[in-house]
């Protein structure tokens, strides 16, 4: 079972959502908060898999919470799927550079937002590729991204490289696979090894370090 908590200030909202989320037999909605402080002691306390956070919420925002989530207790951090009504919402930039997993749109089909748990929940794959890959490359192309680190880049294989490029354009390890004629189980292994050499917690992060250190360009 997916262990899911609903962090969102419109009770409508969180209603609705863990209707829709319990009546899947693998998805177990343990709880849920009305803003961002609730959320993080409440994920604290009840310790879900998955956090969905809305972005703009009182006392604490859904960023501020999204920090505190996972800036701690490395071992038992949730996974976050942030919720927002824009797309191009400043708070998602600084959320997915917190660590979040990904973000979806509030106005996205209920068989997405099902889907987005599960897929957060396995760590394999990005939200929304193609508003996430938009979302990146705006992101990306600000004047304050980070300068290039190639000592962390050198560490990759040229064939990780590639799969780290491809990851950064918003593949499913199914099209990397066949865009590199391998088995998809390779793929896996290479992105499992990516992500270890580059301490980064899962493929959105990988996404992100693609874009800022300039190894995928923006708009590419």
Excluded: C, W
Excluded at 27 to 43: I, N
Excluded at 94 to 102: K, Q, V
């Amino acid at each position: 079972m997916i262990r899911v908590l609903i962090a969102d200030d419109q009770a409508m909202v969180r209603q609705g959502f863990g209707a829709l989320l319990a009546a899947q037999p693998d998805l177990l909605v343990v709880g849920d908060a009305a803003d961002g402080a609730q959320a993080v002691a409440a994920a604290r306390r009840l310790d879900p898999d998955v956090v969905l956070m809305d972005v703009r919420m009182p006392v604490l925002d859904g960023l501020a919470a999204t920090r505190k989530l996972l800036g701690d207790r490395p071992a038992q951090r949730p996974r976050v799927l942030i919720l927002t009504t824009f797309d191009l919402d400043d708070y998602v930039y600084e959320a997915l550079r917190a660590g979040a997993s990904g973000f979806l749109l509030k106005d996205a089909p209920a068989a997405d937002l099902v889907h987005a748990v599960r897929v957060v929940a396995a760590g394999d794959a990005l939200l929304a590729p193609a508003v996430t890959r938009r979302l990146i490359a705006e992101f990306a192309a600000r004047p304050e991204r980070r300068r290039p680190r190639p000592t962390e880049l050198a560490a990759l294989t040229a064939r990780e490289t590639d799969v780290l490029r491809l990851i950064a354009r918003g593949r499913s390890n199914q099209e990397i696979a066949a865009d590199l004629v391998v088995a998809e189980q390779t793929v896996k292994t290479h992105v499992g090894r990516i992500l270890a050499k580059l301490h980064l917690r899962d493929r959105a992060q990988a996404v992100v370090l693609a874009y800022e250190t300039g190894l995928v360009a923006a708009g590419e």
